[in-house]
């Protein structure tokens, strides 16, 4: 058929067709991934911020190796009025262990679902792309006998920077609730893929919950990063977010306090979703779980 045309023409419609066929190939390899509009923001001296928006010193995702991970060492956790009141600027010292913890004793692994917020490229028949959905992931905590932890046991939908953000909740909730973090596994299921930090605070609120035996509200959602200082930092596209957390049938959504959340009152009143803001994951556990965080007895 291309015989017809003269060979200039053929060239160009030859280049065109190869261009079709990349593409498609292309894109078969992410369809299904859960995006969240990830950004990786620099901080001097500390670990990388991940969020769901730009800003100064911020670039678009790349390779998930470039950026820095939380280490992992037997640590105390601090108080909770302390924990509420570490500055940004002490991240490390959460990381830093003052002695090492006691070896603790095993418990029944435990199962939660958990809300989670996030977009779909390759969105469910009624929906619209681009548009934020509700997903509902399983976690499972356990005990890691050999000490050799944590074990992060995600399914292959959880891609790399949400994988991450899962290790660092993992660690993090143990340090708060006071179980050294090495004796702890993890793993999470979920329906379809998902990359970005923005689920991080959830994470590690069903992890503490799983630790300290308090089950997760029905009624909640939330969106925001978890930190090393158990802060729980702002992410982007909130509004887009409560759709999602509505779509769940949720009447409540927890958010950080790091913007100036106003217009998400407004929109709450109109989609009956009552908002929550937190700092700390010490206020995030207690808005969902209606209990304070506490030291682990085990």
């Not at 069903?206 to 702002?234: F, N, V, W, Y």
Request: glycine residues 8%; charged residues 20%.
């Amino acid at each position: 058929m291309l015989k017809r045309f003269p060979e200039r023409r053929r060239f160009h419609l030859l280049l065109g067709l190869l261009s079709l066929l990349f593409f498609q190939f292309w894109w078969g390899l992410f369809e299904d991934v859960v995006w969240a509009e990830t950004w990786v923001c620099q901080r001097p001296g500390q670990s990388d911020l991940y969020r769901d928006h730009g800003g100064p010193g911020c670039r678009e995702l790349g390779e998930p190796s470039t950026y820095s991970s939380l280490a992992v060492v037997p640590a105390t956790s601090p108080s909770l009025a302390k924990e509420a009141s570490v500055p940004e600027s002490k991240a490390t010292a959460v990381a830093t262990p003052t002695h090492v913890l006691n070896k603790p004793s095993p418990f029944p692994e435990v199962a939660l679902a958990i809300p989670v917020l996030a977009i779909l490229s390759n969105p469910r028949e009624g929906s619209i792309t681009g548009s934020w959905n509700g997903l509902v992931a399983r976690l499972m905590v356990g005990y890691k006998a050999d000490g050799k932890g944590p074990d992060v046991l995600p399914n292959e939908n959880l891609m790399p920077v949400s994988a991450e953000s899962l290790r660092r909740a993992v660690v993090v909730a143990a340090r708060a609730v006071g179980y050294d973090p090495r004796y702890v596994t993890v793993r999470l299921l979920i329906p379809t893929k998902m990359d970005g930090p923005s689920a991080g605070g959830i994470m590690a609120v069903g992890i503490a919950a799983a630790l300290l035996g308090d089950p997760i509200r029905q009624d909640i959602c939330m969106s925001g990063t978890i930190e090393p200082t158990m802060e729980i930092k702002p992410v982007g596209r909130l509004v887009d977010k409560m759709n999602a957390c509505r779509d769940l049938r949720k009447t409540t959504m927890i958010v950080p306090d790091g913007l100036d959340n106003s217009h998400l009152n407004f929109t709450g009143s109109e989609k009956a979703i009552h908002v929550v803001e937190v700092h700390t994951l010490a206020e995030a556990y207690s808005a969902a779980t209606g209990q304070m965080l506490r030291q682990a007895v085990h």
